[in-house]
């Protein structure tokens, strides 16, 4: 720091001559001083050198903040921008947002000093933006230090090794700045140019030019008609290296699933969308979405296991709640996208599976995602049924599965892999499932998760092997998986009885409850509820009540909804009771809702037992009626706090009549294996 110490030097002998205010004087130009040394020389240039402060741990350079101005981005969220100076050169900077609170505190103004902890370097309209990750403020406001001009515009180096001469015009988009390792070297093995005279003007090259140009440019890396003849993993960002302040990037991919096309409604309007996941060489995947035209241009073009680069699409968080892919962010693609169809070279694998044993299952937490590899044992019939969210038609199909822990889960697919699920996948084959979404409904069971018949891995073989020498020839298998309302019946063998539920303990150890089926007969109905065994529900069928919400009568006989504020001159009823149902080991008391009382009674609706409800006779005739009849019934068991009290509540959810035929044979087959013990 010579000239930093023959600066100070000069400065003492001034202030020595001062005439005014000498002590403050003195102060000033002591702080003003010491501030200049702390500055990193050539700051700038080595920071618009490195694509991010990993790259060198140990450059934790010092700059003075010459300018910090609010500025908004397209989320509306409050952003600031920064202007980071070494005395000689600025820069263009911003603070990450975890960063605002240094300058609504006043902690960082303009002036101040602050060390760069760690920081991104990013290319925005072809200029340097320093990306501040994490900095510390190192010195208070002051006055400016040096006379710095912008970096921009001086021809200097920037990330990817290009040059930058004054009036030469835009920059074309930089690709693949992320992939950049480090600066370029010069002859001299020095990264950042070449040697700094002492009064800080660049020495230049026998040509007399400026030595911090490269003898020959590379130009931009510009895609242009991409083709896949050769390998050309350098021209691509990585998945596992995309970031929220990359603006430009290209990657290359496989696809590895693609969902059907679903519509949407809201204020803002309406449309369709659909998505994919990518897999990339790194073994990270990304879900891409796509809306509206780019679902009629795109749709059909993607196609599962086929291998496409991508461009022009926009990050964002990833929503953990509905995305199952490892990176932390997400796509969304419009018709500008730039997709195109390559050759596939085999550097990306074609699935990429994290198998979890159907055994552990019982020790995953309920909306996890796993990825199972199994034989499958059974394929269910397509059940159609309605959303109680959205009111729409739904079709699903539920699976049987079995691996080599001898254990069996219910997993259920839905939409076109249910309708598609027989044709593309046969009984005791080995199949993986892609992302299935673990529940606690009835058991453990499984739900989604995209199929992939015989996938090409290690796994799949010795589970083959297994099957063909051990699990086909008879195991005993352990059931996961119970029916769960809507869902399969229990078989006879896993069916309990009404004394299990004190036995085993259920409805306490699992916060969602615990099912159970048995066979048992209703012993009594309480019926003496005042305006009868049912409850007056809203007539709006659409959104957000669909038949459901609780009505009350008005003054002038009208019906209010306070969820959808709607009016009606009448009401839906909807049948809802408490019963007491026995077997032979213990009686219970049960919930018994409307679709099971419909069961219940033979399709009898509530309206019409309303109308009857004056005549005691009649109305008591469908109870009596449905007293002491059998049934197979599916019921939730939950342990809930009622009056600061907790109570144990049996809730039926489903209700199957008894088939005496085949109730016999079962009967005949468990007889027949006790007398084979």
């Not at 699933?257 to 790194?282: C, H, M, P, Q, Y």
């Not at 213990?586 to 919930?591: D, E, G, L, P, R």
């Not at 009596?624 to 009056?643: F, G, L, P, Q, R």
Request: hydrophobic share 35%.
């Amino acid at each position: 720091h010579e000239n930093s110490i023959t600066a100070f030097t000069a400065s003492i002998r001034n202030l020595v001559q001062a005439e005014q205010a000498p002590d403050e004087r003195a102060g000033f130009l002591i702080q003003l001083t010491f501030l200049q040394m702390a500055l990193t020389e050539n700051a700038v240039r080595k920071i618009i050198a490195t694509a991010k402060g990993g790259d060198d741990p140990g450059f934790q350079p010092v700059f003075q903040v010459i300018s910090i101005k609010e500025v908004g981005s397209a989320n509306n969220q409050t952003r600031f921008r920064t202007v980071l100076s070494d005395g000689e050169f600025f820069v263009q900077g911003m603070l990450a947002t975890q960063l605002n609170d240094l300058v609504t505190s006043k902690e960082m103004v303009e002036n101040c000093f602050i060390c760069i902890r760690d920081f991104m370097n990013n290319s925005v309209q072809g200029k340097n933006v320093i990306i501040l990750l994490n900095v510390e403020i190192v010195g208070q406001k002051t006055a400016r230090i040096g006379d710095p001009i912008d970096i921009e515009k001086t021809g200097g180096i920037t990330l990817a090794g290009n040059t930058k001469t004054a009036g030469s015009g835009s920059a074309q988009p930089m690709y693949n700045r992320t992939n950049q390792t480090g600066p370029p070297k010069n002859a001299n093995g020095n990264p950042y140019g070449s040697p700094v005279k002492s009064n800080g003007v660049a020495s230049t090259s026998p040509s007399g030019r400026n030595p911090y140009t490269p003898a020959r440019t590379n130009a931009p890396i510009v895609r242009q008609g991409i083709t896949s003849s050769s390998p050309s993993a350098g021209l691509f960002t990585l998945i596992s290296q995309l970031n929220m302040y990359q603006n430009r990037w290209t990657i290359k991919t496989r696809v590895v699933s693609k969902s059907d096309i679903r519509t949407w409604s809201n204020a803002k309007g309406e449309g369709s969308l659909f998505s994919v996941e990518l897999l990339d060489s790194s073994g990270m995947d990304i879900r891409a979405t796509l809306f509206k035209e780019a679902v009629d241009k795109f749709y059909n073009y993607f196609e599962v296991g086929k291998v496409y680069t991508i461009a022009g699409g926009r990050l964002k968080v990833a929503n953990a709640r509905f995305n199952t892919c490892k990176c932390q962010y997400e796509i969304s693609l419009d018709q500008n996208a730039e997709i195109h169809l390559v050759d596939d070279q085999g550097e990306i694998q074609k699935q990429s599976f994290e198998f979890v044993k159907i055994a552990d299952l019982e020790r995953v937490e309920a909306e996890k995602n796993v990825d199972i590899l199994a034989v499958v044992q059974e394929i269910g019939d397509i059940q159609n049924l309605t959303s109680k969210k959205t009111g729409k038609e739904l079709q699903k199909a539920d699976l049987t599965l079995l691996d080599d822990t001898g254990a069996s889960v219910r997993l259920t697919l839905w939409g076109a892999e249910a309708v598609s699920a027989k044709s593309k996948i046969g009984i005791n084959q080995v199949v993986g499932f892609r992302r299935a979404r673990v529940s606690d409904y009835g058991g453990k069971s499984l739900s989604g998760g995209t199929p992939f018949p015989e996938p090409e891995t290690p796994e799949t073989s010795r589970l083959q092997q297994w099957w063909s020498t051990q699990g086909s020839q008879g195991t005993t298998i352990k059931a996961l998986s119970g029916g769960g309302g809507g869902g399969k019946m229990d078989s006879f063998a896993d069916r309990k009885s009404i004394a299990d539920i004190k036995k085993l303990g259920l409805g306490y150890k699992n916060e969602k409850g615990d099912y159970l089926s048995f066979k048992a007969h209703f012993t009594f109905m309480k019926k003496d509820k005042e305006g009868g065994a049912w409850y007056p529900a809203c007539p709006n069928k659409e959104e957000p009540c669909r038949n459901r919400c609780k009505v009350t009568q008005t003054t002038d006989g009208n019906w209010e909804c306070m969820r959808c504020h709607g009016v009606f001159p009448n009401c839906n009823r909807k049948w809802i009771f408490s019963a007491t149902v026995a077997d032979d080991t213990a009686s219970t008391w049960v919930s018994v809702f409307n679709e099971d009382a419909l069961t219940l009674f033979g399709g009898v609706i509530a309206d019409d037992v309303f109308a009857q409800y004056d005549n005691q006779d009649l109305y008591d005739g469908y109870f009596a009626k449905a007293t002491y009849t059998d049934w197979v019934m599916k019921c939730k068991v939950k342990n809930e706090i009622v009056n600061d009290e907790p109570r144990l509540k049996t809730q039926i959810v489903r209700l199957d009549p008894v088939d005496y035929a085949s109730e016999c044979r079962d009967l005949l087959t468990a007889l027949q294996g006790l007398q084979g013990k």
